[in-house]
């Protein structure tokens, strides 16, 4: 999917891998300062990075049918839905437990916010191949070898 000849997915992943790696670190600053502006702009960011990771993750899977084209990329694809979905669902729920409680001590949506974190490397991982072994995601998508 391209708007004026430019892929989107490439141009809105990086708003939710932003935001979904910030809260660890603004945990960490809540947990030592106790200052609750780190425990807001952990819940902002996860929210924000969920509404750009829906819109990222419809414009990967709109770019699908080019799968058929080269099919030993089926498995690196599969395996970057795979851990980004899976980061979407560690955001989710990190999002919605700390919606649900008052700022406190280290709890489980501290824990599901680094496991977003590291999800979320190994599916950007497996996309970085996508792009660079594959060419998905380029602009000129007449070229289906990998990169030399």
Request: include cysteine; proline fraction near 5%.
């Amino acid at each position: 999917m391209k708007i004026f000849g430019h892929p989107i997915h490439p141009a809105l992943v990086h708003f939710p891998i932003a935001c979904w790696s910030l809260p660890v670190f603004c945990d960490a600053a809540f947990l030592s300062t106790r200052d609750v502006f780190w425990a807001h702009a952990a819940i902002w960011l996860l929210g924000v990075g969920l509404v750009f990771g829906t819109l990222a993750a419809t414009a990967g899977f709109l770019e699908l049918g080019k799968l058929k084209a080269i099919p030993e990329a089926e498995l690196v694809f599969s395996m970057h839905a795979i851990a980004m979905l899976a980061a979407f669902g560690a955001a989710a729920a990190s999002f919605l437990g700390r919606l649900e409680q008052t700022p406190s001590n280290f709890s489980w949506p501290h824990i599901a916010s680094a496991v977003c974190l590291l999800l979320m490397v190994c599916g950007a991982y497996f996309g970085g191949e996508l792009v660079y072994k594959f060419g998905f995601g380029q602009c000129d998508q007449n070229k289906h070898s990998p990169a030399s």
